[in-house]
């Protein structure tokens, strides 16, 4: 991997490494990335690319690693107006088959805040498309980039990482789809106000809930957040009339007592023709009578229940991520495979095992033919071999020279795409891309 | 020749179920569509065993009902999996298909037509197809009540729900299934016993023997009607009518069994 200075450095800081503030102070939201190429020589700096998230800014880069981390360090201490210093600090540097391990990790999501979230894939493709479009990812970064995101698809499909919820307000949409299915026939209700009340109607919103309600003790304060869900403000005496229309009730008012009884909804569900009801009580103390749980066709949760199927799943979570780590290790052999058979000598050691392979078979076919003797056939297979090599001598010569300009990797790559050598492969990446 | 068509039909409906079984616990759609393309390719064969029977004997019965049975639930699966987009309706026609066509191929040395075949005639007929067809449609109103007491349950309890439920229909697909079922299966099975009542008359010059199937049909029919009256007039949803749809649904098949095997015996 380090003959042809195409060492994979990965440096950057995250919040497992960084607090808050410095993330904030060393973020690159708007990254120059034809700059910071032009402070390196081609030879120096052959690929880079940028993935700046709230949670993380790293640098991907292939090249002379002794060159490029300071180079980058300083490049970033700069722009940022901060000291290398204090970003040392901070910094994780990988290098080559740990660096890969990292980029598959950061795409499928085990290295984020929350193991499983699904942005981290989209703001890495964001990432790319910039550096495509500054010119910056070639030949190593392209393949790790397409790679990076199979991985992320593959621990996905194969594993349960972000088939659950890790959040209360996103535990609440998914039990909702549970019992209604798709939300788009679903009325919800927000009884009062709060943080988490807020989330879970703005998670039902997202998933496409029909009409949000809004009831309050305050009318005014209902009708603002009746212009921020684009829903509709209802007085609190008329809580009964609405209870009828709603599928899901999110209750969250600084009430003493429960303002839903039981009995009170065992006629709303007659009055609905037994339509399910989903209500979740979000309030301390709680503002739902608990026996309404045992109604038919009534389904309620609390925080505490809530909170319990978060915990769960942030197990179950830690579980699948465990099986994704085997995922991405057997990625990383891969393309440490394609790695080092993207050098010269080996190219060029294949090609001509594979030319003189065919000149045999061919020279064979000929031989039993033509019924020629051993002598004579030993005599063909020569001819044949001595026909390859001459035939690859001019290509093998040419790709010799460019190893000496700085696109000599893309014509490896294209060397090797043209011979057919990563047969398997490369039909292997193109299935899967 | 028959005996191995009809085994290879039960073959491929058994691995088409388990494809699409293993699909749904391993989360592997391709395993899915493999599932419902070798099901379809035993429906297609039981299609061809069925036409022939019907060409050599008159009949389209097959061996016995069940037979008759598991490719009616397996063509109203495709017939509301494409029209309403309803996966899971496939996957439950493929498991009651599966069950009763081994049931009737197993059984088929004890379960044969009682009636002859000369008696046969146009009302037989309609009387058969219309009683497996609301059969059918009962079966599958059947299943999906499992499914929805089952996720019911989980979600009442808040219990853990296991991995494979989140490929589980959501409780309103379940009941909507039930819906339609019913709304279209009531009517079919009324119009099933009114001819065969006609029949009866045609052939015992007589409507009703007081016999033992006739009168269980009855009973079952009287229960329909309740459950056909609950969910349209009142409105009834979720957990009742699950619980009645599957009290409906093993009393035909305790009857049907008992009764058929009871015959046998005599």
Same mark, same amino acid.
């Given at each position: 991997?380090?003959?042809?200075?195409?060492?994979?450095?990965?440096?950057?800081?995250?919040?497992?490494?960084?607090?808050?503030?410095?993330?904030?102070?060393?973020?690159?939201?708007?990254?120059?990335?034809?700059?910071?190429?032009?402070?390196?020589?081609?030879?120096?700096?052959?690929?880079?690319?940028?993935?700046?998230?709230?949670?993380?800014?790293?640098?991907?880069?292939?090249?002379?690693?002794?060159?490029?981390?300071?180079?980058?360090?300083?490049?970033?201490?700069?722009?940022?107006?901060?000291?290398?210093?204090?970003?040392?600090?901070?910094?994780?540097?990988?290098?080559?088959?740990?660096?890969?391990?990292?980029?598959?990790?950061?795409?499928?999501?085990?290295?984020?805040?929350?193991?499983?979230?699904?942005?981290?894939?989209?703001?890495?493709?964001?990432?790319?498309?910039?550096?495509?479009?500054?010119?910056?990812?070639?030949?190593?970064?392209?393949?790790?980039?397409?790679?990076?995101?199979?991985?992320?698809?593959?621990?996905?499909?194969?594993?349960?990482?972000?088939?659950?919820?890790?959040?209360?307000?996103?535990?609440?949409?998914?039990?909702?789809?549970?019992?209604?299915?798709?939300?788009?026939?679903?009325?919800?209700?927000?009884?009062?106000?709060?943080?988490?009340?807020?989330?879970?109607?703005?998670?039902?919103?997202?998933?496409?809930?029909?009409?949000?309600?809004?009831?309050?003790?305050?009318?005014?304060?209902?009708?603002?957040?009746?212009?921020?869900?684009?829903?509709?403000?209802?007085?609190?005496?008329?809580?009964?009339?609405?209870?009828?229309?709603?599928?899901?009730?999110?209750?969250?008012?600084?009430?003493?007592?429960?303002?839903?009884?039981?009995?009170?909804?065992?006629?709303?569900?007659? +009055?609905?023709?037994?339509?399910?009801?989903?209500?979740?009580?979000?309030?301390?103390?709680?503002?739902?009578?608990?026996?309404?749980?045992?109604?038919?066709?009534?389904?309620?949760?609390?925080?505490?229940?809530?909170?319990?199927?978060?915990?769960?799943?942030?197990?179950?979570?830690?579980?699948?991520?465990?099986?994704?780590?085997?995922?991405?290790?057997?990625?990383?052999?891969?393309?440490?495979?394609?790695?080092? +058979?993207?050098?010269?000598?080996?190219?060029?050691?294949?090609?001509?095992?594979?030319?003189?392979?065919?000149?045999?078979?061919?020279?064979?076919?000929?031989?039993?033919?033509?019924?020629?003797?051993?002598?004579?056939?030993?005599?063909?297979?020569?001819?044949?071999?001595?026909?390859?090599?001459?035939?690859?001598?001019?290509?093998?010569?040419?790709?010799?020279?460019?190893?000496?300009?700085?696109?000599?990797?893309?014509?490896?790559?294209?060397?090797?795409?043209?011979?057919?050598?990563?047969?398997?492969?490369?039909?292997?990446? +193109?299935?899967?891309? | 020749?028959?005996?191995?068509?009809?085994?290879?039909?039960?073959?491929?409906?058994?691995?088409?179920?388990?494809?699409?079984?293993?699909?749904?616990?391993?989360?592997?759609?391709?395993?899915?569509?493999?599932?419902?393309?070798?099901?379809?390719?035993?429906?297609?064969?039981?299609?061809?065993?069925?036409?022939?029977?019907?060409?050599?004997?008159?009949?389209?019965?097959?061996?016995?009902?069940? &037979?008759?049975?598991?490719?009616?639930?397996?063509?109203?699966?495709?017939?509301?999996?494409?029209?309403?987009?309803?996966?899971?309706?496939?996957?439950?026609?493929?498991?009651?298909?599966?069950?009763?066509?081994?049931?009737?191929?197993?059984?088929?040395?004890?379960?044969?037509?009682?009636?002859?075949?000369?008696?046969?005639?146009?009302?037989?007929?309609?009387?058969?197809?219309?009683?497996?067809?609301?059969?059918?449609?009962?079966?599958?109103?059947?299943?999906?009540?499992?499914?929805?007491?089952?996720? &019911?349950?989980?979600?009442?309890?808040?219990?853990?729900?296991?991995? !494979?439920?989140?490929?589980?229909?959501?409780?309103?697909?379940?009941?909507?299934?039930?819906?339609?079922?019913?709304?279209?299966?009531?009517?079919?099975?009324?119009?099933?016993?009114?001819?065969?009542?006609?029949?009866?008359?045609?052939?015992?010059?007589?409507? !009703?023997?007081?016999?033992?199937?006739?009168?269980?049909?009855?009973?079952?029919?009287?229960?329909?009607?309740?459950?056909?009256?609950?969910?349209?007039?009142?409105?009834?949803?979720?957990?009742?009518?699950?619980?009645?749809?599957?009290?409906? !649904?093993?009393?035909?098949?305790?009857? !049907?069994?008992?009764?058929?095997?009871?015959?046998?015996?005599?």
């Amino acid at each position: 991997m380090q003959k042809m200075n195409t060492d994979i450095i990965l440096l950057g800081l995250n919040h497992k490494t960084a607090p808050v503030e410095v993330r904030e102070k060393y973020a690159l939201k708007d990254y120059p990335l034809g700059e910071i190429s032009s402070h390196f020589s081609p030879q120096v700096l052959k690929e880079i690319l940028i993935l700046s998230t709230c949670n993380r800014v790293e640098f991907l880069g292939v090249g002379q690693k002794e060159k490029i981390i300071p180079g980058i360090l300083r490049f970033w201490a700069n722009i940022c107006q901060g000291s290398e210093k204090e970003l040392g600090n901070y910094v994780y540097i990988y290098q080559d088959l740990t660096a890969i391990k990292h980029v598959f990790k950061v795409a499928s999501s085990l290295d984020s805040l929350v193991v499983g979230e699904p942005q981290i894939l989209g703001q890495l493709k964001t990432a790319y498309r910039k550096a495509l479009e500054a010119g910056t990812c070639k030949t190593i970064l392209n393949r790790l980039m397409h790679k990076a995101f199979f991985t992320a698809k593959r621990v996905r499909t194969e594993t349960q990482i972000a088939s659950k919820a890790v959040s209360i307000s996103y535990a609440a949409v998914k039990l909702a789809q549970k019992i209604f299915g798709n939300l788009s026939q679903a009325s919800a209700l927000l009884i009062g106000a709060g943080e988490m009340a807020e989330l879970a109607a703005l998670h039902l919103l997202h998933s496409g809930v029909k009409q949000i309600y809004i009831v309050n003790r305050t009318l005014s304060n209902a009708q603002e957040l009746a212009k921020r869900f684009k829903g509709k403000a209802i007085p609190y005496s008329d809580l009964d009339k609405i209870l009828i229309q709603a599928d899901i009730v999110i209750s969250s008012t600084g009430a003493p007592h429960t303002i839903i009884t039981s009995k009170q909804v065992k006629a709303i569900i007659k +009055k609905r023709k037994y339509q399910p009801m989903f209500f979740i009580d979000i309030a301390v103390p709680r503002d739902i009578d608990p026996d309404l749980n045992q109604l038919d066709n009534v389904f309620l949760y609390d925080i505490d229940d809530l909170q319990e199927i978060v915990e769960e799943n942030m197990v179950s979570r830690q579980e699948e991520a465990k099986k994704a780590e085997a995922i991405i290790e057997e990625e990383t052999i891969k393309f440490k495979e394609w790695l080092q +058979k993207l050098e010269l000598a080996p190219t060029i050691k294949e090609l001509m095992q594979k030319g003189e392979a065919l000149a045999q078979k061919e020279a064979e076919k000929t031989s039993k033919k033509l019924n020629l003797s051993p002598q004579e056939a030993k005599q063909l297979q020569v001819m044949a071999k001595a026909l390859v090599k001459k035939l690859y001598a001019n290509p093998i010569s040419f790709l010799k020279k460019t190893q000496q300009s700085t696109s000599s990797l893309d014509y490896l790559d294209l060397f090797r795409k043209i011979f057919n050598l990563d047969e398997n492969k490369h039909f292997y990446h +193109k299935k899967n891309q | 020749m028959k005996f191995y068509l009809s085994l290879m039909a039960g073959l491929l409906y058994c691995a088409g179920w388990i494809k699409i079984l293993l699909g749904y616990i391993r989360h592997k759609n391709k395993l899915k569509h493999l599932g419902q393309m070798t099901a379809i390719l035993g429906f297609g064969l039981h299609t061809l065993i069925l036409g022939l029977s019907m060409q050599k004997s008159g009949t389209f019965m097959g061996q016995n009902y069940f &037979e008759l049975l598991s490719w009616t639930i397996l063509l109203l699966s495709l017939l509301i999996w494409i029209g309403k987009k309803l996966n899971f309706v496939f996957f439950l026609g493929t498991s009651m298909s599966f069950f009763f066509y081994t049931s009737g191929f197993l059984l088929s040395y004890k379960l044969k037509h009682s009636i002859a075949h000369q008696t046969i005639n146009f009302w037989f007929s309609l009387h058969i197809f219309s009683l497996s067809l609301s059969l059918s449609l009962l079966a599958l109103a059947f299943g999906s009540s499992l499914i929805y007491l089952y996720m &019911e349950h989980k979600i009442k309890t808040k219990s853990k729900l296991p991995s !494979f439920s989140r490929e589980m229909p959501s409780l309103t697909t379940c009941d909507r299934l039930n819906h339609l079922a019913i709304v279209w299966g009531f009517p079919i099975f009324s119009f099933s016993l009114l001819s065969g009542f006609i029949w009866a008359s045609l052939v015992w010059a007589k409507l !009703f023997k007081w016999d033992l199937k006739e009168i269980l049909a009855l009973v079952i029919w009287s229960f329909f009607a309740y459950l056909f009256h609950q969910r349209l007039a009142l409105g009834w949803k979720g957990k009742k009518i699950a619980k009645l749809t599957i009290f409906i !649904f093993i009393l035909f098949l305790v009857s !049907f069994i008992g009764i058929s095997y009871l015959k046998n015996l005599t």
